[in-house]
T-cell receptor, first 118, second 114 residues
Framework: AQSVTQLDSHVSVSEGTPVLLRCNYS??????LFWYVQHPNKGLQLLLK??????LVKGINGFEAEFKKSETSFHLTKPSAHMSDAAEYFC????????????????FGKGTKLSVKP | NAGVTQTPKFRVLKTGQSMTLLCAQD?????MYWYRQDPGMGLRLIHY???????AKGEVPDGYNVSRLKKQNFLLGLESAAPSQTSVYFC?????????????FGDGTRLSIL
């Protein structure tokens, strides 16, 4: 069965230091992978997506993620954190084998809350 | 371009009351979804629709009904609200060939059942 594991429920960094949010997945096929960000009292906004092209994906606001099939990982990074990055981040897998099943087509991780200290 | 719009944004209900949440999208997307978000649980799929007039059950469908009478609208109904349905509800949509496409989300409806 497909699954997504976000390895940290909460990450705290200082402003200006690097950010690493970890995500591992399991999939029976070549999946699409997404990172979404959710600011307080807001909906989910797409940060970046991997859809079988380049394995290093660049997103908005300086974030990027690298798809590593051998490690089944899709970690999110940013070289220098900003106060405005404080939010919750979701790693999401889309698997065509699951499309139309009871989970629709997306499998969500449980989220990682990022705190940024001044 | 409004994208995905959810109404209402907030609502408080008493146990046993009924209500309908409305989701409207202006992107001509075929697929629409209703999720609930609870602390530490991520998003869980309630129901979804692959086109006008069609609906299907998701991971947590019990206690909810849906309808997709028009392509742009997806309604979520609670017939007899229970405290366990206190949650934040999100609607999303995606184009027909959606499995490689990201979903577009509304800003959510915060629902409290007393």
């Amino acid at each position: 069965a497909q699954s997504v594991t976000q390895l940290d429920s909460h990450v705290s960094v200082s402003e200006g230091t690097p950010v690493l949010l970890r995500c591992n997945y399991s999939s029976s096929y070549s999946p699409s992978l997404f990172w979404y960000v959710q600011h307080p009292n807001k909906g989910l906004q797409l940060l970046l997506k991997y859809t079988s092209a380049a394995t290093l994906v660049k997103g908005i606001n300086g974030f990027e993620a690298e798809f590593k099939k051998s490690e089944t990982s899709f970690h999110l990074t940013k070289p220098s954190a900003h106060m405005s990055d404080a939010a919750e981040y979701f790693c999401v897998v889309s698997d065509p084998m699951n499309y139309g099943g009871s989970q629709g087509n997306l499998i969500f991780g449980k989220g990682t809350k990022l705190s940024v200290k001044p | 371009n409004a994208g995905v719009t959810q109404t209402p944004k907030f609502r408080v209900l008493k146990t046993g009351q009924s209500m309908t949440l409305l989701c409207a999208q202006d992107m001509n997307h075929e697929y629409m979804y209703w999720y609930r978000q609870d602390p530490g649980m991520g998003l869980r799929l309630i129901h979804y629709s692959v086109g006008e007039g069609t609906t299907a059950k998701g991971e947590v469908p019990d206690g909810y009904n849906v309808s997709r009478l028009k392509k742009q609208n997806f309604l979520l109904g609670l017939e007899s609200a229970a405290p366990s349905q206190t949650s934040v509800y999100f609607c999303a949509s995606t184009p027909f060939s959606g499995w490689r496409q990201p979903q577009h989300f509304g800003d959510g409806t915060r629902l409290s059942i007393l």
